[in-house]
């Protein structure tokens, strides 16, 4: 059984980087034909997807938040992680990672989702 | 980029009785190749991740009951709940996964009456 866990500081600084490490387990990420993605949700609000990653190293960002967003992933670890820098307070929301079928390129329906992780940017 | 717009926003129906959610998308998602719509609805409940139930517009995820059905095509899909359980009761999303960014529809929230 696939499982995602997130992990990460839960609050932020403006300005400061937010840096988020999301777990697989219970299979590798480096077989299949996958994507590994993060979205997010203000509270209260709906789902916005941030990036997606294929173990190949193709990555595919939101045009909106391309200039801070940054994923990567580390095989050797079975861990995807996200960077978002120059945060703000509307940065504020649950961090999810997720598992995606490929599709077209970059392109996928999420079919095994993270618990998700609150992370708060306030000084 | 393709823009997802779904109603209602949230609707009110009574235990055993249908509910339906509509989700337009602003370009066809129909990738006339293959004869595949890009679209995906996924149910949340508070304070848990989405869940998905349908892909390929049509076709159910694995162990999603089968009152669960996605129909449509192109730019007008729709999620029907042929008889609401209290289980039911969540927000529900549209996605589409035709390109980049991927994108969801607002959510329409479905409670009973």
């Known amino acids: 059984q696939l499982q995602l866990q997130e992990s990460g500081p839960g609050l932020v600084k403006p300005s400061e980087t937010l840096s988020l490490t999301c777990s697989v387990s219970g299979d590798s990420i480096s077989t299949g034909s996958y994507y590994w993605g993060w979205i997010r949700q203000p509270p209260g609000k709906g789902l916005e997807w941030i990036a997606n990653i294929h173990y190949g190293g193709s990555t595919y960002y939101n045009p909106s938040l391309k200039s801070r967003v940054t994923i990567s992933l580390d095989t050797s670890r079975d861990q995807f992680s996200l960077k978002l820098s120059s945060v703000t307070a509307a940065d504020t929301a649950v961090y999810y990672c997720?598992?995606?079928?490929?599709?077209?390129?970059?392109?996928?329906?999420?079919?095994?989702w993270g618990q998700g992780t609150l992370v708060t940017v306030s000084s | 980029d393709i823009v997802m717009t779904q109603s209602p926003d949230s609707l009110a129906v009574s235990l055993g009785e249908r509910a339906t959610i509509n989700c337009n998308s602003s370009q066809s998602v129909l990738y006339t190749s293959n004869n595949k719509n890009y679209l995906a609805w996924y149910q949340q409940k508070p304070g848990q991740p989405p869940r998905l139930l349908i892909y390929?517009?049509?076709t159910r995820e694995s162990g999603v009951p089968d009152r669960f059905s996605g129909s449509g095509s192109g730019t007008d899909f729709t999620l029907t709940i042929s008889s609401l359980q209290a289980a039911d009761v969540a927000v529900y999303y549209c996605?589409?996964?035709?390109?980049?960014?991927?994108?969801f529809g607002q959510g329409t929230k479905v409670e009973i009456k």
């Open positions: 997720a598992k995606a079928e490929v599709a077209f390129g970059g392109t996928g329906y999420l079919d095994h």
């Open positions: 390929w517009a049509s």
């Open positions: 996605q589409q996964y035709y390109s980049t960014p991927l994108a």
